[in-house]
């Protein structure tokens, strides 16, 4: 059901803080915190890290990006939607899906992968160095003599690969609708 009139002050302020947020959440989570992370702390202890801050995050985008798409879909209504309102309307809905998947499918997945792969590389005793270019030999030594580490790596990056994709899809949607936002604002 659409809403009539123009938004109030409240609403808009409201819907510009969760765009924001939500983008700025997404930049820190994908291009500062990991980096980090994996330079300072072991491999195992990074992906113990990542395992509870991703599915807050994941959670988080979705809940985001369904708000902004609540609040833009109460305001526009489908039948009187412009191009460029229907685009923004896409950008929205698409974060919504993508990050539902990344919170529903692809983060569990890589979870259980990785903490099936850490097992198997305790038992070797990896997954104590700092930094993801350590032990390189070791490890491809794993992958070579063990076909279940293998299967487990290969599950691994798929399911992260497209987790990542999803995410930095999620990144671009967020960053083009606040770029969309910031120039339909009647001033500064």
């Known amino acids: 059901m659409a809403t009539e009139g123009e938004p109030t002050d409240l609403v808009k302020i409201t819907h510009l803080l969760i765009l924001a ?21 072991s491999r195992h202890t990074f992906g113990l890290v990542q395992s509870k801050l991703f599915p807050f995050y994941f959670y988080g985008v979705l809940v985001s990006s369904f708000l902004n798409l609540a609040v833009y879909a ?7 939607l412009d191009t460029h309102e229907a685009v923004q309307m896409a950008l929205f809905f698409s974060c919504v899906l993508l990050a539902g998947l990344n919170a529903q499918w692809f983060s569990p997945t890589v979870t259980e992968a990785m903490f099936l792969m850490q097992e198997v590389e305790r038992e070797h005793g990896l997954g104590g160095e700092v930094g993801v270019r350590t032990s390189k030999e070791a490890y491809s030594k794993l992958r070579e003599q063990d076909p279940k580490y293998k299967s487990l790596r290969g599950t691994f990056y798929r399911y992260h690969g497209l987790s990542s994709l999803c995410n930095l899809l999620c990144v671009v949607c967020t960053g083009a609708s606040l770029v969309y936002t910031a120039l339909n604002l009647r001033t500064v």
């Open 21 to 41: 947020g939500s983008w700025g959440m997404q930049l820190w989570v994908t291009f500062v915190s990991g980096f980090v992370l994996a330079a300072g702390v």
């Open 74 to 80: 109460a305001y526009h209504p489908r039948e009187l």
